[in-house]
């Protein structure tokens, strides 16, 4: 899921009587990764990473967001040594720290300033570590990008997006640009949450199961994340897919 600090989940995903700073260990307890929202709007503190590493077991899997002054404020252009600093913070998650999220805002568009900066961006990232880019604008969606990204094992984010239509993103789960997916499922907030035995609810699960049964079968793993309202209702949604999929496989993490 996108997140788990989620009050609304009290009473279904987690107990009642547990405080907040036990949701993530429950959460671990249902699904096997999560992608961290909080370091989007910064750098976190210390004690907290060091918190997150110690709810969960070592085969768990944290996504962290890069922090929006170097996606939105910075544009990807280099300055204060901020990437160099979250890493150094972050890899105290230790073996639990999986790919790392990129989100370019919806106003980065491809011209040729824009190419010139993320292909700098994207040659200089350390290879040490796993790097999966959301594009906002369907101008990205070009075989040069792609060729880009696959140069050095970023991952083309993937899924529902009010930005890249879905015809777009079918193309790309056809070839991903590296040995490893990322996908993530979001919606409008005003999506009706869907009803036991939703005929369109369970269209919407089968779809998904055949988009990661494709994507497994030509990368090591697969991560997948889905917002709260995804579908309705994200947390259902994930539940029912990890039910339809067997949640025992190492290679679908949703």
């Avoid at 600090?5 to 999560?34: D, K, M």
């Avoid at 910075?74 to 901020?82: C, I, K, S, T, W």
Wanted: overall charge negative.
């Amino acid at each position: 899921m996108q997140g788990w600090h989620h009050e609304e989940w009290v009473g279904r995903a987690y107990p009642t009587n547990i405080p907040s700073s036990r949701w993530l260990n429950q959460y671990s307890t249902r699904f096997p990764a999560v992608e961290i929202d909080d370091t989007f709007y910064g750098l976190p503190p210390e004690p907290v990473v060091r918190h997150w590493r110690a709810s969960v077991e070592s085969e768990f899997t944290f996504s962290p967001k890069v922090p929006q002054q170097i996606t939105h404020e910075q544009r990807f252009a280099p300055g204060g040594g901020l990437l160099k600093r979250f890493l150094n913070r972050i890899s105290l998650l230790g073996e639990t720290l999986g790919p790392l999220l990129l989100i370019a805002p919806a106003g980065f568009r491809r011209d040729e300033e824009n190419d010139a900066t993320l292909r700098r961006f994207i040659a200089n990232l350390p290879s040490d570590f796993s790097w999966a880019l959301e594009l906002k604008h369907w101008g990205w969606c070009t075989y040069e990008i792609h060729e880009l990204l696959a140069s050095r094992n970023v991952a083309f984010v993937t899924g529902t997006s009010r930005w890249i239509p879905a015809t777009h993103m079918t193309q790309l789960t056809e070839r991903p640009s590296a040995d490893f997916a990322y996908v993530r499922w979001n919606t409008a907030p005003n999506q009706r949450p869907p009803a036991e035995g939703d005929v369109i609810a369970d269209a919407a699960t089968a779809h998904l199961e055949v988009t990661l049964e494709r994507l497994c079968g030509q990368v090591d793993g697969v991560y997948g994340y889905f917002h709260t309202r995804a579908f309705g209702d994200g947390l259902r949604t994930a539940n029912d897919l990890q039910y339809t999929m067997d949640q025992s496989r190492p290679e679908a993490s949703v």
